[in-house]
Each structure stands twice: as C-alpha cells, then as structure tokens.
C-alpha cells in the first residue's frame, strides 16, 4: 500500500496546500467581498458620498458625519441606549429560559420530539419578510386603534388593571406587565440556543451523574458540579450569539434607522457613520463580556 | 457480617443493597416523578402554545370574513368561515409564480452556500495549518459585524463593477443574480459565519481514523472528502441547508437591494394590501390584517412543510451535529 502523492511534496505539506485550497472561496470572499467593502464604508463614513451616472464621488469631510449622528440626529443616541439597556435583560431571560428548556427537553418524555419540534419553529418566522410585516401591522394597529387592540395576545391592559385592584405599588405591577410583555419574544428568540444547549447537555457522559450519585450528592450538587461547569462554554458561545443575534436583527430600532438613513434622504456617508458607531457599542460590550466570562468557563482538555 | 448504612429513603437503601437501577421502590418517589410530570406537562404545553401562537392565530384569522372581525363573540372559530382570503392572496400575489421564483433564487443560494461552507469547513478543521484558526476567527467575525456595515458599499460596488479597474465602462451587476451567485459562492453571505462554524464544529468531531483509513486504501484527498466525510456529515448539512434556505426565502432586505421589485414571495406579500385595497390601504388595518395573515401564511407554508421533512435528521440526532465539539 502506498500512499499517493501530490506532486513530490511531503504529507506535510501536502496538507497545507490542501487546506488552504479548501479554504479558499472563503478567503478569496472575506477578501473581495468583506473586507475590501469594509475599507470603502470607513471611507464612506468620513466623507459625502454623491452618486453620479459614472459612478459615485466621495468628498472627504472628516468627522463631520459622526458628529451629526451623535448630536444633530433627533433620535440615534436614543434609540442606541435603548436598545442596549433592553439587550441586557433580553439576553439574560433568553440564557435563563433556554437552559430550562433544554434540560426539560433532555428528559424522557412521551411527546418529546414534537416539543422540540415546535421549539425550534419560531426561526421561520422570525427572519425578513414576515418579521417586517409583523412590525408594520403592529405600529400601524397602534397607531389607528390604540395599544389594547394591537396587544390582544396578553391582554395586558386588563391585566394590569385586574392588578391595580390588589393595591399593589404601581412600578411594582408595571414591572411585572414588562417582564410577562417579554415572555413571547423571549421564547422565540431562543430556538438556536435551547438547540445549542441540548446537544451540549447530551454530550455530559452519563458515568458522571451515575459516579457523582453513588458518591451521595444531591441533584442540586449534580446541577452546580457537573452539568454547570461542562456547558459554560456552550453557555457563553450563547451569550455571545444572543447579542449579535440581538443587534442584527431588523426588529431593531437601530437597525431600522441606520436603513432609512442609508437609502433615504441622508446618504450613505451618515448610515456608514452610524453603522460604525453601533460596530464599535457592539465590539465593546462582547469584548467586556469576554473579558469578564472566560475566566469562569471551564474548558475540558 | 454487619453491613453499617446509612438510614435513608427507599431508593438510596436500594442503591446500598447494590441496585444501581432507577427503579422507584418507594410510593413517595413514584408520585414526586408523576407530580413533576405534570407540571413539565404543563409548562411545556404553555411554552409551546407561545411558540405557534402566532401561526395558530394566523390560521384562525385566514378564514374569518370581515364580519367575523367585528364580532366580539369570535375569538378562534368564524361565524361565517369564508376562502375569500385566499383567493384574494393568491391572485394579488400571483402566487405560482412568486412560489416558483422564490424557490429558484432560495434553492440556487442554499446550495451554493452549503457547498461553499462544507468545503472551507472541512479545510479549516481537518488540515493543520498556520492559517486556519485566523481562518475561523475570520468567519465569526463576519458574523458579528452588521450587515449594514458592508452592503452599502456592496450595493455601489455591484451597481458599478468594474473589476478593480480592468473594464473601462462599469456594469451594473444589479438586478441579475450575480450578487447572490458571489456572495453565496465565497461564504459572505448572511450568517455564513455561523454556517462555517456548526460544519466545523461537527468536522472537528469525526475520529482520524476514518480520514487515516481512507489514506491508506489509496484515496486521494478530494476522494475522501467526497465519499467519507460527506455522507457523514449530514445533520450538520442538513441544518445549514435548512437554515440558509429559511433565510432566503424570508428575506426582503437583500433581495430588495440587489434585484428591487424581483418577483419572488415576499416582495409580492409587501405590496399585497396596496395591491388589494389600492392606495389608502392603511386605513382599513382590519382588511390589511386579514390578508397579511393569509398572506403570511402561505409564505411560510412551504417552508413549514420543508422544515417538518427535514427535521428528523437533526432534531432526534442533535448530539451527533457535535456542534458542541467535543
């Protein structure tokens, strides 16, 4: 038996040239597509962009671009702290919630994979198209019938006025009513990570747990010293892909603004500018996420 | 001989006695299972009624009439159950043929995304060299950038292609599928990063021995690319075609950039009130609302449908994706 060669060189070499062959639409494309379009959006961001028959002209006017977007723009800034401040409860419920579900869905159960079959649905409708619509509907139900109407899932108007008659403090019910207002959306969201999650759950050898009860720990310790500790890193790969998730989506009030701005009255130049000053929020915020995180996922070499 | 124990409950004198098996020996046992049975009955049935309520609601409201809206006494069955919402949908949406240019243009990239990202996957993952984690860092940091961030100047670079420089007159790439033939082909399309990571993930988890025993037959390198590694990495191909198909067939934002107006399903449901009701359309959000549920619903259809064929390759078998990598 003998193996075949590539040409004269060594297997060593031979696997190189192999993977980098491999590897390359995707390298020629983060190339041409990616990274050369990146360039030119810097570019954009720190100059006018007008768009003439021949092609388009940019003229360079510094950081007038950014500073329009963070202090002339009635509502960028708002919209950005808003949409951060509500990423962080999000993400919280959404890793919360999607750990129990997977340990739900880890059990036996009669019914189980139509559970999980329907668990994972919402990823059709949460993309494009139908997600626009959905938002358009609802801002324009608001907008002609007022809030009731357009809530018909909750009822939360009548829920929080049932609530009002237990004379409870009114931040208190308000709370309540925006934490249950999520639980929907939270729900959906979660589909890749509870999918995550599960097989994470289902790679934990069970001689762990069998070794751990015979040894007398309760299923509380099993749950802090075994399961824990062996899905944080799928735990912070979550985390990680719930915020990008999160700030891509074009249920976003960001995103939509840096949209209309993009193709509407204000140019490219000023989108480029927004869509670097929302980049740089989001690399910040995984980068303290990072930081903070990876010394307490436990990594199994 | 004295065995000394501890006093317990009845499964851990089981366990003492040397029974290892889960069998629940006391009464007390037995009904703390069955008690916690129903609530994960209960709860789960809540989490999944939030999970397809907006399907089900879809489909209770494509068979109302208007009268039925009206109606405060209707909340799920119609009054009168009408297929005026259909029929209307259908022809405003010029329905076979949306299906049929949607499922060309969803087909064409999710096959060239799968391929493209099966082929970098396994290359980054099987081979050792000096570029492949810069490789792998790379394609998540695809993802987490913006899209927005680079298709604008995307769109001005296809609108005015001129091959760096080569072709004296640039041509406009928009409006054919050359953007999406490109984007596909090179794994820069949406969330390909994610695609390159589950198939990596799952590459990373295939033993050596299968590769090392299909060297030493005699196969070449793209010989047991093809014959071995491919045919077991289904799930993982499976979902990465699921997901960039679902994608695609949803997606408004990038087609309307680089073909505006193309014909496909949902260009078609965002002009369908404006279609039906002409140019005030807004105003009867109760007319809109019905015909944006049908609408809805026969867009997803199909992909429901696709979804539900396709899932038992990977739902039952989600270990084996080894998208956890171990």
Redesign the interface.
Known sequence: MRIRKLGRLTLRQQSIVAGYLFALPFILGFLFVFLYPLIQSIIFSLSELKVTKAGYETTFVGLKNFVYVLRGHPTFVRELVGTVGNMAANVFWILVFSFFAAVILNQQFRGRLLARTILFMPIIMASGIVLKIEMQDYMTGILEYGMEEANTFLATERFSAYLSTFQLPKTFIDNILLAIDRIPEIIRSSSIQILVLLAGLQSIPSSLYEAAEVEGATSWECFWLITLPLTSPLILTNVVYTIVDYFTSPANLVVTAIRTASFGSLGYGIGSAMSWIYFSVIGLILIIIFALFSRLVFYQE | MAVVYRQGNASEQA?QLGV?NARLYSLRARFRSSLW?VI??V??LG??Y??????L?KIASSFMSRADLWDNTVAWIPRHPTLRNYQLVWTHMKYPLAFWNSAKLSLLVSILQLA?CT??A???S???????KV?FS??IF?????????????Y??FR?FDLLGVLKQ?ISMINTLWPFI??A????GPRNG?F?YILRQYFKSMPRELEEAA????A??FRT?YTIMLPGALPAMVIVFL?SF??Q?????FTQLFIPNYAG???M??QLAYSVLGQYW?DS?VE??LL?NT??LL??AP??LL??CL?RYF??S??R????G?
């Open positions: 366990h290892h049975g994960r009955a709860i789960l989490i999944c939030i999970a397809v309520f907006p399907i609601s493209s082929v970098v396994y290359g980054i099987r081979f050792h060299f000096k570029g492949a490789l790379l394609a695809t993802l987490i950038v913006p899209p927005e961030l680079f298709t604008i100047p995307l001005l670079n005015y640039p490109i984007m082909a090179t794994c820069t994610l390159i060297y030493v037959d005699g070449s390198i690319f997901f679902v994608w067939w949803n997606d408004y934002y399903l949902p260009n449901l965002n807004a959000m809109v609302s944006h609408g809805s867009l997803i992909i429901v979804y539900v899932q739902v039952e989600i270990q994706t080894g998208i956890t171990s």
